[in-house]
């Protein structure tokens, strides 16, 4: 069996990832959706509380390392992403980083939202940006996007945990 990585990053030394209970896809799911609503109807100020919330409620999803709880939560990227495509979610940086990072922690790992001041004049359209990472790593972004913008907020802070 080919693994999806295998063919996305063309790396064959990767080993398969077991399958997430179905259960775990389903909070991420019910997560992703609420975060996706919360944001639509009441703004950033109520999906922020509620990525709080969920940090208070983390139940972790057991994994040998690191770089194996990357790798899921780049998998479950497509998924929830999918989902998001289906609600109509706004595909700007904000909200879909928002209801990403609600979908990734429901499933169990702790991913947190960056948001961003650009550091190099590029148009008024993009003086900011969020993306979702992981022990500092960006889940969809290119590593790059940390050096062009500096770090305004994190939220949920794991450092506590």
Not at 57 to 72: D, H, N, Q, W
Not at 99 to 111: N, Q, R
Not at 144 to 157: A, E, H, S, W, Y
Request: aromatic letters at 12%.
């Amino acid at each position: 069996m080919v693994a999806w990585e295998s063919l996305a990053f063309a790396d064959a030394e990767l080993p398969v990832l077991p399958r997430i209970p179905l259960i775990r896809r389903w909070r991420a799911a019910r997560a992703y959706f609420q975060a996706c609503l919360l944001y639509r109807r009441k703004g950033f100020p109520e999906s922020k509380n509620y990525l709080l919330h969920l940090r208070a409620k983390f139940v972790s999803l057991r994994m040998s390392s690191s770089v194996e709880a990357l790798r899921y939560a780049r998998k479950e990227l497509v998924f929830l992403r999918v989902l998001g495509r289906l609600l109509g979610e706004d595909p700007a940086c904000l909200p879909a980083s928002v209801s990403l990072t609600a979908g990734l922690i429901g499933l169990g790992l702790p991913v947190q939202l960056v948001v961003g001041k650009c550091t190099v004049f590029l148009s008024n359209e993009f003086d900011f940006h969020a993306w979702v990472e992981m022990d500092g790593e960006p889940i969809y972004e290119p590593q790059q996007v940390q050096k062009r913008f500096v770090t305004l907020l994190r939220i949920p802070d794991w450092r506590d945990a």
